[in-house]
T-cell receptor, first 116, second 117 residues
Framework: AQTVTQSQPEMSVQEAETVTLSCTYD???????LFWYKQPPSRQMILVIR????KQQNATENRFSVNFQKAAKSFSLKISDSQLGDTAMYFC?????????????WGAGTKLIIKP | NAGVTQTPKFQVLKTGQSMTLQCAQD?????MYWYRQDPGMGLRLIYY???????DKGEVPNGYNVSRLNKREFSLRLESAAPSQTSVYFC????????????????FGQGTRLTVV
């Protein structure tokens, strides 16, 4: 069965610093997708970035980038120039490609606090 | 506003009471999901519906029932609430996933905080 592990329950950095959140996963599949979601205090889940396993190039979205290491089954999120609005829970998630349905497997989350 | 709408946002139930959480999406998505979120455990899938008229159990279906009323709506029912069902519940939807194509991300509602006393 697929599993997703986030080993950092909580992290705290100063505003403008760079922070990296770690995520590892376990699967026997070769093609799959990885996601980072942000959950601010409003509770809404917001997609931050996604990565297709068949792409070697790491995905980037403005200040957010990933370090995808397929052989190591690692998918870390780097936030550059962190801002107070980045304070949130961050969840790593995994999914396979399926014909007719779609399931996300979730990590337990990392609480990120950006300090002024 | 386009997206996933869940009601209610908050609910307190007594043990043994029943209630239905409502969810609707206006993005013409085939698939819809119900998750629960508990501290330190991430999101766990309760039920999902790959298309109108079909539903399947997820990781933690016991104590819940679902109904995919039409393509837009997917409700979650607690027939006899228990304190162990105290949680935050999320509804989500996603577009179709076909073999060989890129899967899409899920769009989430704002969640329902349910307390069973």
């Amino acid at each position: 069965a697929q599993t997703v592990t986030q080993s950092q329950p909580e992290m705290s950095v100063q505003e403008a610093e760079t922070v990296t959140l770690s995520c590892t996963y376990d699967t026997s599949e070769n093609n799959y997708y990885l996601f980072w979601y942000k959950q601010p205090p409003s509770r809404q889940m917001i997609l931050v970035i996604r990565q297709e396993a068949y792409k070697q190039q790491n995905a980037t979205e403005n200040r957010f980038s990933v370090n995808f290491q397929k052989a190591a089954k690692s998918f870390s999120l780097k936030i550059s120039d962190s801002q107070l609005g980045d304070t949130a829970m961050y969840f790593c998630a995994f999914s396979e490609t399926m014909d007719s349905n779609y399931q996300l497997i979730w990590g337990a989350g990392t609480k990120l606090i950006i300090k002024p | 506003n386009a997206g996933v709408t869940q009601t209610p946002k908050f609910q307190v139930l007594k043990t043994g009471q029943s209630m239905t959480l409502q969810c609707a999406q206006d993005m013409n998505h085939n698939s819809m999901y119900w998750y629960r979120q508990d501290p330190g455990m991430g999101l766990r899938l309760i039920y999902y519906s790959a298309s109108e008229g079909t539903t399947d159990k997820g990781e933690v279906p016991n104590g819940y029932n679902v109904s995919r009323l039409n393509k837009r709506e997917f409700s979650l029912r607690l027939e006899s609430a228990a304190p162990s069902q105290t949680s935050v519940y999320f509804c989500a939807s996603s577009g179709p996933a076909y073999r060989g194509t890129m899967n899409t991300e899920a769009f989430f509602g704002q969640g329902t905080r349910l307390t069973v006393v």
